[in-house]
Every structure is written in structure tokens, then in C-alpha cells.
């Protein structure tokens, strides 16, 4: 039977995810260092669940309760109030302290809410605030002044407004599950699931804000106490089944959870094929993602490159697809070799440099035109040599 197939075999999915236990919080950036990514490691054990390299898990996190608090005391709420937000499709009311807490997205207001408080703010001062962020000279900076607030930020700028509960839940939107990619293989953890979760915090309209997900891993889900309500989401992305072919990882920042997969995955099974990785970060001192476990395979020759670019080391920033076009005639060497390429991390700008590298490095080493190039990148993702997990 298949990996993937196991996955079915469970009773628990995204519709009804399995409440495991988190064993494990650990920083995995040292002491002085600008990021606080995380490692975890969240207990499956009697789920039934299994997962293979290069799936993710399905995280369903809560909102923070001070956040719950704020709203309910704006709202002049006590939180036992009965709600049916059309959003959740409930057969039965739920308290709104529960649709809050658990059920219902606080960020991302919309225009549709704006356009609500205009009509239901008494002030004068509030009346006219809104009437020139509704205004048609207001469209490009509308977007701006909704995304540095939550609900509860326009709850406070407009106090005159009054809603009841169940009103008020109307405008928000479903609370959806977070994913990340499983940093563990399933055949050497098989009860165990391992994750590394870039921490989101940041200040936005003089307010500290948190990302709802990462930060109920690392502050709100107590290790063994609460329960963390979990999936596994099936992905094509993987090593490849073919056990004597090469791989090319390349995974900066949190990009290289599915590559420590990949090795604890490849080193178990025997895979006869060669790693690289491409590894980078902010600082070697201290974000160095599980270092000693690269050069430990670096040492025992089942890692055969290892090639790291520590953006903020020196005066110039040094990015992974830098390291790649110094080593292109080797990594053109090893994609004619028949090697797999792998990219895991960010979407908006990483993924898409690499990518242009990639292609840079197809023209120069192979001699290639500019669309022979592209031609030659579009066949390899034809072949699923080239396969990308970019969020
Ligand atoms: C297939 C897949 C795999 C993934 N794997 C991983 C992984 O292994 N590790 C990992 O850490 N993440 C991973 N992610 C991302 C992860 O799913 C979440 O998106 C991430 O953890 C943020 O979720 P959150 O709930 O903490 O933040 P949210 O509450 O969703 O908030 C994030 C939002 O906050 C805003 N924001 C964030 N920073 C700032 C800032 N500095 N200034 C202004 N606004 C800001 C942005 O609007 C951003 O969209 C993966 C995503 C996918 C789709
Ligand atoms: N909005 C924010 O302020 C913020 C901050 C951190 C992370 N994030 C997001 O959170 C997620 C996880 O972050 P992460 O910890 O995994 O790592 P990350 O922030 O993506 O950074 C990892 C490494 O990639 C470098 N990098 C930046 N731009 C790059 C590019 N165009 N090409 C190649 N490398 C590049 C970074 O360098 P430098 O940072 O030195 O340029 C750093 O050395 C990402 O999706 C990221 O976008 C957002």
C-alpha cells in the first residue's frame, strides 16, 4: 500500500481533524538573532494518520483571547450570546465567545463593513471620517488604511456604532486552517509529526499584531495540554520514487522543512541518488536551521553539497541563487544527470529569482537560447524534475 493511501485510511481530515498533542516548542534561532522560527513537534498517535516527504500539515489554530475580550467589550457583549454566522453553516447556534475564539477570521475587514459603521456611526467627526475613506478619490488608499487594521480596530475608531452579536458575526469570514510543511519523514517518525514555523509579529496602526497560526503554536497550544486540531494534506511534491536519482534542494528560511524530510526519508530507505542543498538565511550564528544536522550529513557523505548564502553577513546581500549560478556548471552537470530540482519557502520573491537562475543557468551552461532555455525548464516540470512547494 502507498503512503498516500494510508493518509485515507484515517478517519480524520480537514472536515474532521484529529486533536493531537504538542510535544515539543523549541527556538531554533540563537540567542540575537532577528527571527524566531520554531521547531515542533506535534504527537499523531492514534489518528491513524501517515503522512509522506513533502506533505504538509493542516493546522486549525484559535484567536487570541485578550483580541476575544477587546471585541466582546466593544461590542458591550458577554459572549454567551447565540450566533448563526451564515459563514459556518452551524445546525445550531454557538456562543460568540466561541465563534470568536474559534470559528471566525478577526483580520481582513472589508468595505462591505465600512459601508455598515457609515450607516450606523451618530458622530459627526466619525460620519465625515468614513464618508472620505467611502469616497471614489479614496479607492487606491482604502485597501491600505483595511490592512493595517482587524475588527476590532474599526470597533475602537468608531465607537458610535452599535451592533448586536449576531450582526456583528455576519461580517466575518470562516477561521481557515494554516498549512506547513512536514520537516519529518514518516518512516523514521512514524507517530510523530515535526514542523518549522516562522513566528509572525509585527506593528501595524500603532498596534502589535499577531499571525493567528504561528503564534497559537509557539504562545496558546500548551505542550501536552492543548489540543491542536490537525490534518495531513496530500502533496505531489516529493523525492523521487526512483531512489538512484540526484536531488537539488533549494530551501531558504522556513523553505527548509520538506528537505529535512527528504533526507531523514532518503538516508532510511537507502537512496544510493546525491543531495544538495541550497541553504539560506539571515545570519550563520544564529540562523543556521538545524545545522548540526546537515553537517552531521555532510560528514557522513549522505549530504554531498551543501552551499549556504547568509543574506546579512557582509555589506551585500548574498541569496541562495547566487550560490547557484557560482556552482552552475555543476548544477548544470547535475540536471543533465537526470537530478531532481526542488524549491521550498517564499512565493512573492525567492521562488521567482531562483526560477529566473535557473533558467539563467540552462542558457550559459547549456548554451541554450533564451526559449530553448524556457523550453528546457517547462519539459522538466513536465517530468516533475522540477517541483515547487512556495507559499
Ligand atoms: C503548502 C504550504 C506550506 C507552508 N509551509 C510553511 C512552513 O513550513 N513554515 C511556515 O512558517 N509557514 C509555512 N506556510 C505558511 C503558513 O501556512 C502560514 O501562512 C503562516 O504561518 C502565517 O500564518 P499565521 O496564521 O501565523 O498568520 P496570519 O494570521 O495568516 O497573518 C499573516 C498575514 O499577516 C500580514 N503580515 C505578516 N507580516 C507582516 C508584516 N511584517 N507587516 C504587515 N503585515 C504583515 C500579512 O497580511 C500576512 O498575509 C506554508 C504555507 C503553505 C500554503
Ligand atoms: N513581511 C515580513 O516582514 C516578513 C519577515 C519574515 C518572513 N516573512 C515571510 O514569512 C515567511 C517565512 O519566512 P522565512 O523565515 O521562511 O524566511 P524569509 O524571510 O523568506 O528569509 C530567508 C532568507 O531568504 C532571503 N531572501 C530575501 N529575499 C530573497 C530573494 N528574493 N531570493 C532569495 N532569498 C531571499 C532572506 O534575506 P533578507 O531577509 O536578508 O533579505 C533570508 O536570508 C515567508 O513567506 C516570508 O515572506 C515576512
Given at each position: ?11 480524520f ?16 534561532n540563537?540567542p540575537g538573532?532577528?527571527k ?21 500539515l ?21 459572549g ?28 481582513k ?7 455598515t459603521?457609515?450607516?450606523k456611526?451618530?458622530t459627526g467627526a466619525e460620519k ?5 475613506l467611502l ?25 458610535s ?17 494554516r498549512l ?14 515535526h514542523?518549522?514555523?516562522?513566528v ?16 497559537f ?6 505542550p501536552g ?6 490534518f495531513?494534506s496530500d ?13 537539488i534542494m ?21 537512496a ?34 551543501l ?5 546579512r553577513?557582509?555589506?551585500a546581500?548574498?541569496?541562495?541563487q547566487?550560490?547557484?549560478?557560482e ?5 548544470w552537470?547535475?540536471l ?6 526542488f524549491v521550498?519557502?517564499d512565493?512573492?520573491r525567492?521562488a ?5 537562475a535557473?533558467?539563467?543557468?540552462a542558457?550559459?551552461?547549456g ?8 523550453d ?6 513536465k517530468?516533475k ?7
Amino acid at each position: 500500500m502507498s503512503a498516500s493511501a494510508d493518509v485515507s485510511v484515517s478517519e480524520f481530515s480537514k472536515d474532521r481533524p484529529f486533536p493531537a498533542r504538542l510535544t515539543e516548542n523549541r527556538m531554533l534561532n540563537k540567542p540575537g538573532s532577528a527571527k524566531e522560527t520554531r521547531h515542533f513537534v506535534v504527537d499523531l498517535r492514534g489518528s491513524g494518520l501517515r503522512c509522506k516527504a513533502g506533505d504538509s500539515l493542516g493546522v486549525f489554530p484559535t484567536n487570541r483571547p485578550e483580541e476575544v475580550a477587546e471585541l466582546l467589550q466593544r461590542l458591550g457583549a458577554t459572549g454567551d450570546e447565540p450566533v448563526a454566522p451564515a459563514a459556518l453553516k452551524l445546525a445550531a447556534p454557538i456562543a460568540l465567545r466561541v465563534a470568536l475564539t474559534e470559528r471566525l477570521a478577526l483580520a481582513k475587514p472589508t468595505r462591505k463593513f465600512l459601508e455598515t459603521l457609515a450607516a450606523k456611526v451618530t458622530t459627526g467627526a466619525e460620519k465625515e471620517k468614513l464618508a472620505a475613506l467611502l469616497a471614489p478619490e479614496a479607492k487606491e488608499a482604502l485597501p491600505a488604511f483595511l490592512e493595517e487594521r482587524e475588527f476590532v480596530d474599526l470597533l475602537a475608531e468608531f465607537p458610535s456604532a452599535r451592533f448586536t452579536a449576531a450582526e456583528f458575526a455576519e461580517y466575518l469570514r470562516k477561521l481557515m486552517p494554516r498549512l506547513y510543511s512536514i520537516a519529518s519523514s514518516g518512516t523514521v517518525y512514524p507517530e510523530d509529526v515535526h514542523l518549522t514555523v516562522a513566528v509572525v509579529r509585527y506593528a501595524t496602526n500603532g498596534r502589535e499584531r499577531v499571525g493567528v497560526c504561528s503564534t497559537f503554536l509557539a504562545d496558546r497550544a500548551q505542550p501536552g495540554a492543548t489540543p491542536v486540531p490537525v490534518f495531513v494534506s496530500d502533496s505531489h511534491f516529493g523525492p523521487p520514487e526512483d531512489r538512484s536519482k540526484d536531488c537539488i534542494m533549494v530551501g531558504p528560511g522556513t523553505g527548509i522543512a520538506p528537505f529535512r524530510a527528504f533526507m531523514q526519508e532518503r538516508v532510511a530507505t537507502g537512496a544510493t541518488g546525491r543531495n544538495w542543498l541550497f541553504f539560506g538565511d539571515q545570519k550563520r550564528s544564529t540562523d543556521f536551521l538545524y545545522e548540526e544536522e546537515w553537517l552531521d550529513y555532510q560528514a557522513k557523505g549522505q549530504l554531498a553539497r551543501l552551499d549556504t548564502a547568509f543574506s546579512r553577513d557582509q555589506a551585500a546581500k548574498v541569496y541562495v541563487q547566487d550560490r547557484m549560478r557560482e556552482h552552475g556548471k555543476e548544477l548544470w552537470a547535475w540536471l543533465q544527470g537526470g537530478a531532481y530540482f526542488f524549491v521550498c519557502g517564499d512565493a512573492k520573491r525567492m521562488a521567482k529569482d531562483v526560477d529566473a537562475a535557473l533558467h539563467q543557468i540552462a542558457a550559459e551552461q547549456g548554451g541554450l537560447t533564451p526559449e530553448q532555455a524556457a523550453d528546457y525548464v517547462k519539459q522538466l516540470k513536465k517530468d516533475k524534475r522540477y517541483q515547487r512547494d512556495v507559499y
